[in-house]
């Protein structure tokens, strides 16, 4: 059964660093999204992307984030300059043909 | 502003022991409701999709049903492999994110 993958499973940095988390969603679906989930809390949405362009995001993605489809198999989110705040799990998912979306396993982000 | 509350926070049954889970939203148009299960420190599973009140979806011991202002997902006689956190989450019309509730954490004791 197709399904999401990311990678790294677990990433460490610094405060101020960038980083790069990767997404490979499933092979025949077009409409992609990010999203993350802070310990404890809800998952969040992020921002939505498709036709190699986002389509929505949400206040929480601000010009520290952004999102590339470099090829025709990964979809990234990097994030310029990590801050505390941004210790979470992020979560990659892809969209099926009845709105439904598929979550890979998570990056867990932890920003010392 | 589209809003999901769920209840109860946390749910701990006895195996075998049915019940329900209640997901209400607010939203201006729904295109969906969505169910999924979250194990501790991995990605929501999708579990089901509901369109339009009066709607229902049933899978093993799972049957979710859908009103004009809530959502319940009843779980019939569990097992302990069914302690997870349930999510559910709704998508307006015209609209590409989900908005997610807090989820129910069902522990189901043997």
């Known amino acids: 059964e197709p399904e999401v993958t990311q990678t790294p499973s677990h990433q460490v940095t610094q405060m101020g660093q960038e980083v790069i988390l990767r997404c490979v969603p499933i092979s025949n679906h077009l409409y992609f999204y990010w999203y993350r989930q802070i310990l404890g809390q809800k998952v969040e949405f ?24 470099p ?29 439904e979306q598929y979550f890979g396993p998570g990056t867990r982000l932890t920003v010392t | 502003e589209d809003q999901v509350t769920q209840s109860p926070e946390a749910l701990r049954l006895q195996e075998g022991e049915s019940s329900s889970l209640n997901c209400s939203y607010t ?28 709607e229902e979806k049933e899978k093993e011991r799972l049957k979710a049903t859908l009103t004009k202002k809530e959502s319940f997902l009843h779980i019939t006689a569990p097992k302990p492999e069914d302690s997870a956190t349930y ?24």
């Open chain 1, 46 to 69: 992020l921002v939505s992307f498709y036709n190699n362009e986002i389509s929505e995001k949400s206040e929480i993605f601000d010009d520290q984030f952004s999102v590339e489809r």
């Open chain 2, 27 to 54: 939203v201006s148009g729904l295109r969906g409701l969505f169910w999924y299960r979250q194990d501790p420190g991995k990605g929501p599973e999708f579990l089901f999709t509901l369109y339009s009140a009066g």
């Open chain 1, 71 to 99: 090829d025709g198999s990964n979809f990234t989110l990097k994030i310029r300059s990590t801050k505390l705040e941004d210790s979470a799990m992020y979560f990659c998912a892809s969209r099926g043909q009845a709105y």
């Open chain 2, 87 to 110: 999510l559910c989450a709704v998508q307006r019309n015209y609209g590409q994110n989900f908005v997610f509730g807090p989820g129910t954490r069902l522990s189901v004791l043997p």
